[in-house]
Structures are given as structure tokens and as C-alpha cells.
């Protein structure tokens, strides 16, 4: 792919707002933009920039879900409900360790959460917990695992979808009842998920894409296996896009030593094209943005550990729109 001409990111935003910590969470809908910080501020704007709200929390906020009039937030050891509108906080209700992962119903009836411990000695998560409330913060439902999930999606009537590591991989189906383990075809772990226009997409350090359409697995040659761990996944327009962190010397690396590799495919799976990041620099988000020239946009964030780079192309074609950079402090 060509190269775009490299500019300052600030050249080209239309609003800037500079919070009292590091941002450890965005959410942005058609009307608002909301973020979360590592001292547990949730600060929400309207789409021109003027400030509607802001809240305190406990701690560093991990994740929003919004769904009717809330805002569920994640923030250190508790799930925060924030009244939309007026930015006020409803409840609050402290998990088992760390809080993860949210979602919730579309009209927020019903909010789902994950928490995890971990052991510093062992390195590792040893158990989860699933938590499930209703918008008035009843606690419904808990239930612990031995894996961690790294994703969650959440349909209509509340039955949420939670991809897991080691030890057992797979998924849970989390009912208002019960969590249920279903195996997946790989026995890799899961390393994140999104919701696509009709069914949820798991990527897995293995490569491997994996398609569950209502809680089932589906047989779908879209979503082609890659050759390294799959880091980030948008598949929200039709067609999808994939970024994939490469070992050096694994198998499948002929990418001339690349770490980082992000392809577009369309709706049938044929690759359109893919962008190669020089060692050292990992592509760390996909997603689709805006419409540019009448084409979803498609936006590739990448990261060398001193500074972040976006760059901005058609879904469809090579061309590239922009390349943005933006030195991290």
C-alpha cells in the first residue's frame, strides 16, 4: 500500500479536551462521546464539543456499556450505573477483584458483567465471576469460572456470549439462569470479539476467526484463518477487518519481517488489500469510521511504544486517505 504524507493528529481534530488522567475507556454514539480515565472520571460531551456531564468514580474505568437512559461503567472493583442525561450515578455494586468486561440489553433492562483475580505470584487469572443485574441494580444472577473472558456480547432477551482463555477455551452462554461451556473448533484462546451486522466474530491467538450466529457455531468460509494472533476485529459494515501480530519466524510470517499486518476482505471473504507495519510498530485497533469518497472508511491504529500512528483508507481500495501520528506522553 502507499504510504500517505505523515501529519500531527492535532492538525485535524475539530474539538480537543484534556482530562485529569490517562483515558482508559471511550464510548461514542451518534449524539455523545463519553470517556473514562485512570482515576475513575467519566466525562461525557456532545458531538461538538460542549461538556454535558461529568462523575467521579472508584477507580479506573475499564469499559461503558449504554443501552435506554444508563450508562453502565466498569471502574476498579465496581459496576456504576450513571443516568445518561443528567450524568447522575444510581448505584453502584463492588465485584470480586478486577472489573473487566459490561454489556447490556439495548434499552438497558439488563446489564451483564465479568471480574477476575489476579495471582501476582502465579502470573496469571485464577478464577472469574459473570454478574448479572437488572437496571435497578438487583443483583440477578453470579456465577464463577476458571478462564478469564476477553470479550462479550449480549442479545436482545439478555443471553450474552463470553469467549475464553485457558484452561478450557471455548465459550460461555450466559442464560438468566445458569453459564453454560460450549467448545469451539479451536482449542486456541480467545483474544477479543466483536458483534457483527448478525452474529458475534472471535478471533483466537491461533489464527483462527470463529463465527457463532445465535449461540451457534457456523460453518462460514468468510472469515479466513490468519497467519498470527489476531489482535483486532470490526465487522460491523459488510465485510470485515482483521489486524494480526506475527512472531518472527512463525509460520505464515512472509510479510518481510512485519509485526503487525491489517487486511480488509469484503462480504465473501476475498481480501482486498493489507497494510504491513515495519518491526518493532504492532497494529493494535481496527474499525470502520465515517463515509469518505462514498466508501466506509476504514482506520488502522498502530503503536511502536513511542508513538501512535492512524492511517485512513477506503474499505475497498489500497489508496490510503491519511496517515495521523501522535506521540504518547
Not at 485464577?126 to 456465577?143: A, D, I, M, P, Y
Not at 483466537?204 to 490468519?226: A, E, F, K, R, S
Not at 459488510?238 to 512485519?258: R, T
Request: aromatic letters at 8%; glycine letters at 10%; charged letters at 25%.
Amino acid at each position: 500500500m502507499e504510504e500517505a504524507p505523515l501529519r500531527d493528529f492535532r492538525d485535524l481534530v475539530w474539538f480537543e479536551r484534556n482530562l485529569d488522567a490517562g483515558i482508559s475507556a471511550l464510548h461514542l454514539d451518534e449524539q455523545r462521546v463519553i470517556a473514562g480515565d485512570w482515576d475513575g472520571g467519566v466525562y461525557c460531551w456532545d458531538l461538538e464539543g460542549e461538556a454535558l456531564w461529568d462523575v467521579k468514580t472508584s477507580n479506573r474505568v475499564s469499559g461503558f456499556a449504554v443501552g435506554g437512559g444508563w450508562v453502565y461503567a466498569v471502574c476498579g472493583r465496581d459496576i456504576v450505573s450513571i443516568e445518561l442525561e443528567s450524568g447522575t450515578i444510581q448505584w453502584t455494586h463492588e465485584l470480586e477483584g478486577s472489573s473487566d468486561l459490561v454489556a447490556c440489553t439495548p434499552q438497558g433492562e439488563t446489564v451483564l458483567a465479568t471480574s477476575s483475580v489476579f495471582d501476582l505470584e502465579m502470573n496469571d487469572f485464577l478464577e472469574s465471576t459473570v454478574w448479572r443485574f437488572n437496571s435497578e441494580g438487583k443483583l440477578l444472577h453470579q456465577g464463577s469460572i476458571d478462564e478469564r473472558p476477553w470479550a462479550i456480547s449480549m442479545r436482545k432477551d439478555g443471553v450474552a456470549f463470553l469467549p475464553l482463555s485457558r484452561p478450557r477455551c471455548g465459550m460461555i452462554r450466559a442464560t438468566p439462569e445458569e453459564l453454560h461451556h460450549t467448545p469451539l473448533p479451536t482449542s486456541s484462546p480467545a483474544t477479543c470479539g466483536t458483534i457483527a451486522q448478525t452474529h458475534t466474530v472471535v478471533g483466537h491467538v491461533d489464527g483462527t476467526l470463529t463465527c457463532i450466529d445465535d449461540g451457534m457455531v457456523m460453518d462460514d468460509d468468510t472469515y479466513t484463518n490468519q497467519p498470527g494472533t489476531i489482535e483486532s476485529i470490526a465487522a460491523k459494515e459488510p465485510g470485515f477487518l482483521v489486524s494480526i501480530g506475527i512472531e518472527q519466524g512463525a509460520a505464515g510470517s512472509g510479510f518481510g519481517g512485519a509485526e503487525g499486518v491489517a487486511r480488509s476482505y469484503d462480504e465473501k471473504g476475498k481480501l482486498l488489500w493489507q497494510i504491513e507495519t515495519e518491526l518493532g510498530r504492532n497494529i493494535e485497533h481496527v474499525m470502520y469510521g465515517p463515509m469518505v469518497a462514498e466508501q466506509a472508511s476504514a482506520w488502522i491504529v498502530s503503536w511502536d511504544k513511542r508513538k501512535s500512528i492512524v492511517e485512513v483508507a477506503n474499505q475497498e481500495t489500497v489508496h490510503p486517505c491519511s496517515a495521523l501520528s501522535q506521540t504518547r506522553e
